[in-house]
């Protein structure tokens, strides 16, 4: 739709910046805090490892009052599970509520907005000892930790994230290194823990309405348009397999808690329902997102199954993610987009398409989580980082949502991954995302120094006109 006047971005329009704590804290055994599975997972030969990070646990007033200076009216962190509860439940550790009771003091000093996401990834390895999320313990762990976070940070903070990414955790958890799937029937397993995450999602979901009646809660699923590669039918009926498995399997259960029916049959096929214990429905049923968040880096294209194992094919970028499902759609490349440094396609107008068709099927309003450009920037002689790819990818992107806007998209908030330089989930610290360069190489921590990139000075002059 060409519109003849654009609207503008509505007043107070979070322009935010994302991180997680695992790839931004670093200080990963220090003050109590207990393993995580990414603390022992394995990590890519030739990167650097999570311990120290962008080193945020000890800079975070100079992170803080930098991201001041970039102008965020919101930054969206998340919270390490074992910060809290060093084993995933049991005792709370005082030290972990004292490091974010503090981060948050600090941004609402800088009256800048915390959105916390409460689970990224980063599942405590206790837990995971004890069988993860196959084990429905983690359920009641992850509602006990929720409740603990409601009760000590709920004062102060309104908007908050239940499970970052769910979606990729179980499409490719293999690749993010959370699923060590060693069932009879591991996607059966892998299904299983999906709905034990939904099921802890609408628990805390309910909890936090009950407990902090002004705050405002959701999921922060990757969703992304699906193309069919041509209009044959067979493509489009592809298409179709592909959004409802990878993207509303995800949010029709968060919103209207129900399994969409195509992606259950297709479970149905592959003898992968998980078990669901009676109750579970209503809970699923009782729980209401205020909003819907979601991470979109770029639209996703599939082809018509040929019915056979050629169907999985290796096509996303260096990262090798399998994309496709035999029997129900095949992974495809899309000739009308670039790619970036990674291979990853670069497709803004999907980002409007996205939008537009998660609010025309759910209505609730939308923020976007992560968005952003992995790059290998080059720091000048003088210090400077000219990164005018990121300006340039990030500009479309933004131009998009004044057109999903104009559609009659509600959407309140832009947090771009990511407010500073950190580690990538599995391509390392060379693969850099931020507004602020952090001075380090993959394995020599250098002096951590901080500085601000071109796409700093830009964005920060871009809140100042608040997008308009
Ligand atoms: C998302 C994750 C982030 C971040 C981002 C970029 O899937 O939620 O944690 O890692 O992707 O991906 P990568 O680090 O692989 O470049």
Redesign the pocket.
Known sequence: MLHKKLKPFPEGFFWGAST?AY?VEGAWDEDGKGPSIIDMGSVVPGTTDFKVASDHYHHYQEDVKLFSELGLKAYRFSIAWTRIFPNGDGEVNPKGIEFYSNLIDELKAHNIEPIVTMY??DLPYALQEKGGWSNRATVDAFVTYSKTLFEAFGDRVKYWLTI??QN?MILHGDAIGTLHVAAENPMKDLYQQNHHMLLAQAKAMVACHEMLPQAKIGPAP?IAAVYPETSKPEDILAASNCTAIRNWLYLDMAVYGRYNNIAWAFLEERDATPDIQEGDMEIMASAKPDFIAF?Y?SSQTVAASSGDASDRSSIDGD?QIVIGEAGVYKGATNPNLSKNAFGWEIDPTGFRNTMREIYDRYALPLIVT?NGL?AFDKVEDDGSVNDDYRIDFLQKHIDQIRLGISDGVDIFGFCP?SAIDLI????GCS?RYGFIHVDREEFDLKELKRSKKKSFHWYNELISRNGN
């Open positions: 997680s790839q990224h990834f970052n990414e990729m990757n991470n880096y990262q992560e992995g991954w990538s989930t599995h391509q693969k």
